[in-house]
Nanobody, 125 residues
Framework: AVQLVESGGGSVQAGGSLTLSCAASGYSISRACMGWFRQAPGKEREGVAIIDGDGSTAYTDSVKGRFTISRDNAKNTLLLQMNNLNPEDTAMYFC???????????????????WGQGTQVTVSS
C-alpha cells in the first residue's frame, strides 16, 4: 500500500492562498486516481478535487476557479493550490489515492483505499 502524508495547511485570512502537498511513498502515483477531500466540524467528508491516471481533473462546484489539483510525478507528490480562500473552506483536508493504473477518478470516499492523516486549513475573516 502507498503511504500518504499531507502538509501545507495553516491559518490564513480570507482572500489568501495556500498550497497543500501530499507526499506519497511505497508506490508510484503517476497513473493513480487521487483526490483531495475535506471535513469540517459537524459535516460529512466531501470531495474537493480529483485527478485520474490520464491527468483529467474535476472539482466540486464551490471551489471551481479557485482551486487547482495537480501531480508532480518526479516528486511523487499530489498538490492542491488554493486561491481566494474563504471561511467556508475551513476544514481538515485529506489526500486519498487508488494506486495502479486508474482511468477514471470519482467523488466517492469508498473508491479510495489509501488515505493520509490530514492537514488543517483555517480561514479567518
Amino acid at each position: 500500500a502507498v503511504q500518504l502524508v499531507e502538509s501545507g495547511g495553516g491559518s490564513v485570512q480570507a482572500g489568501g492562498s495556500l498550497t497543500l502537498s501530499c507526499a506519497a511513498s511505497g508506490y508510484s502515483i503517476s497513473r493513480a486516481c487521487m483526490g483531495w477531500f475535506r471535513q469540517a466540524p459537524g459535516k460529512e467528508r466531501e470531495g474537493v478535487a480529483i485527478i485520474d491516471g490520464d491527468g483529467s481533473t474535476a472539482y466540486t462546484d464551490s471551489v471551481k476557479g479557485r482551486f487547482t489539483i495537480s501531480r508532480d510525478n518526479a516528486k511523487n507528490t499530489l498538490l492542491l493550490q488554493m486561491n481566494n480562500l474563504n471561511p467556508e473552506d475551513t476544514a481538515m483536508y485529506f489526500c486519498a489515492a487508488r494506486v495502479g493504473t486508474c482511468y477514471l477518478a470519482v467523488f466517492r470516499i469508498s473508491f479510495y483505499p489509501n488515505w493520509g492523516q490530514g492537514t488543517q486549513v483555517t480561514v479567518s475573516s
